[in-house]
Structure formats: structure tokens, C-alpha cells
């Protein structure tokens, strides 16, 4: 079995030292745990799954921080917010920074509760499962994703080379680090992976926060998310497939989106442009859940099929998302589409400039494929260089300040 480092392992003993509670929020199974574990030197550790002392815990949270002192790891926090008031006191009273580090897969209930207990005291990160630079073992030199000639040429000196194939083999197997830990490329069966995880963790802990009554409507509803991956998000459309109101579908993509499997992109808007489109697009944080659940049964057929060029998207989202949270940084994404169908894929905002962003699954881009890019002048800020990421095996130049980089590189 195998540990991949994780580039988060540099923030949080960068980041620990300042702040009395570090908390990592993120799905189930994506490594917080064992990211916490491989930086604790020696830290006490407990699991909130674990029945009793999550009891202990809710019932009495005061007698749980006797018996497990700081520094201390508590997993799963959010299953007894009780304790977040007694932290407080406790690192109110110590005057000691790095007392407590928490995880947790549920942030909507967190978010609340660290709002009211912890604010000015807590770090808070957001954690995603392992990364492209991750799986190659190149995170000493990946840096947050940006358009520019310095990131490209500092890309392309440590990127390997990938095919085709290689990319959506790992589209399809996703980025859970259980089905990497080995060292010969062996894994645990895709399929049954998925569904334990399915049934174990999103079934399991949705099912109690929603009080949903039919299992089945869930499971047509997590598909009908999955196969709307790379699409603006339409309540409407998707309430009629599942055959529940829009009221439900709305509370269930939320719940989804704060438990860390779906990401929002929201739309680039200002006073100035009154026709964009407010919707936000879809996309989930995990591709190979995403293609397990819209039935794709192999990286072969995935790349063939209707969902190739979406799931190609979905990935190059997450990569370069994970680029940013995993250094810590905050991504100012968004995406721009008016009532003309003009569309521009990703906008990073960065330094009161704009980076636009095209994603293509082809080999050879053309400057056709950053035509949008001009649209971008009505807006209220300066437009900086520009790229389409491709499947190109090396990086060129398209146009003036606009380049086409390979996947590989990200």
C-alpha cells in the first residue's frame, strides 16, 4: 500500500502555527484524515464516527476535551457541534496556536456552527481528492493554474507525458486516494468501490440530513446530476426527471455542493452587462463518481461516448480548482455566457485582471477556439493572456497573449 504526499501537507504546517484550530473540509474518503495523520508529530487523534465517543462528545462535550487533551485531531466534527463552544473556551484560555485540528464532510452544518463558535480563530481549508501533480509525484514544482508565459514555461518543464488514453483512464478511475494506494497500479474494483461509496457515505449521510423517504428518487436524482455534468444548471428540467419539486431539487443540490461532490460555477457578471445568463454551470469534484454514476463502464467507452467532451471539461475544472485550494489559495472562478450563446469557458480573476480560459478536446487548436476571448473587453476589467487547454503534447502559441497548453501540463 501506498501513501501519495499531498500538496497540502506544506499549507498546514505552514498555516498551524498561526492559527489556535485548522479545519479541513471535504467529501468522505478524499484523505483529511491521513493528510492530518502524516503532519501531526504525535498528535492525539479521535474519530467522531465512531459511536461512543460521538455520544460523549454531544452529551458531554466538556468531560470528551479532558479526556482527549490538545493537540488534538478530532474527525468528523460535525457530528457533535456541541464542542465547538468548549474549544473556543479552551484555546481562549491556553493562548496557543496549533491546539486543535478538525475535518469534517458535511460544511454546511460546520460552516454554521465554526460562523457563531470560532470566527478569527479557525484556518479553514478546503480539501479535494488527489490531484493530477499528486498521482505523478510532481507537487514540489506545480504552482496554482495561470495563463501566463512564466507558469507555462515552469509547466513545462516538470509535466510528463500523457495520451489520450492515459487522461481518461484517469477521468474514469477518479481521484479517491483508496483506488491509488497501490504500488503496481493494482486497485480496488471500480464498480465496487463506487456503489460502497454511494451506499455507504452519500446515501447514508444525505439521506439523514434530507429525511429523504424514497431511496430510488435519490439515486435517479444523483444520476440525473451526474449526466448533467459540464451544463448549466436548470432546477426546472431536472425536477421533471426526477419527479420531484424544485424546492427538493434545489435543497439537494445544495446539500451536494456543501458536501464537497459538486462545484458551481458562477457566472462573471458586472453593472455594465446586463445579458448574461445568472445560471450557475455543474460540475462534480470527482469524475470517475461521475462516470460510474451515468453507467460508463470502462475509460474506452467513456472517451467514445456522448459525455466525452464534458467529462473532459469536468476534469480540467477540477485540476486546475485543485491547483488553487491545494496551495490554499482562493479561486476566483467563473464563466461567461450571454443570451447570443457566447461562451467562454473558465475566467480566472486575479490582480483586477481577467484570464479566459477554453477547453477542447482536440490535438491541434486553432485561434477559432479563443475567438470568444474578445467578448470579454465590455467587461469592467483588463483582459490578460489567454489559453485554450487541449490535448496537445506540447504548448504553443495561438495568437497574440493566447496559448494553447496540454492537459498534461496542469
Known sequence: MRTLKRTLEKIVKNISPSFPILLITGARQIGKTTLLEQCSEGRAYVSLDNLDDRILAKNDPALFLQRYKPPLIIDEVQYAPELFSYIKIISDRERKNGLFWLTGSQKFHLMKNVTESLAGRVAIIDMLGLSQSEIEKRIDSAEPF?????????????????DLMIIYDRIWKGSFPALWAQEDDRSIEHDIFYNSYVQTYIQRDVRDLTKVGNELTFQIF???????????????????????????????????????????????????????????????????????????????????????????????????????????????????????????????????????????KTAIPTRTASKNFSILNRLDKPIAEGAVVCLRESD????ENIYAIPVAYI
Open 222 to 360: 444523483l444520476k440525473a446530476v451526474a449526466a448533467r455534468t459540464g451544463q448549466l444548471l436548470n432546477y426546472a428540467d431536472m425536477a421533471r426527471d426526477v419527479g420531484v419539486d424544485q424546492k427538493t431539487i434545489k435543497s439537494w443540490i445544495y446539500i451536494l455542493e456543501t458536501s464537497g461532490l459538486i462545484y458551481l460555477l458562477y457566472p462573471y457578471h458586472n453593472n455594465i452587462t446586463k445579458r448574461l445568463i445568472k445560471t450557475p454551470k455543474l460540475y462534480f469534484l470527482d469524475t470517475g463518481l461521475c462516470a460510474y454514476l451515468t453507467n460508463w463502464t470502462s475509460s474506452g467507452t467513456l472517451e467514445a461516448g456522448a459525455m466525452s467532451g464534458s467529462i473532459l471539461e469536468n476534469y480540467i475544472i477540477c485540476e486546475i480548482l485543485k491547483s488553487y485550494w491545494h496551495h490554499g489559495k482562493t479561486a476566483n472562478f467563473y464563466y461567461y455566457r450571454d443570451m447570443d450563446q457566447k461562451e467562454v469557458d473558465l475566467i480566472i480573476e486575479q490582480d483586477n485582471k481577467l484570464y479566459p480560459v477554453e477547453f477542447k
Open 396 to 399: 504553443t502559441i495561438l495568437s
Open 146 to 162: 495561470l495563463p501566463t508565459n512564466k507558469w507555462i514555461e515552469k509547466a513545462r518543464k516538470n509535466a510528463r507525458r500523457q
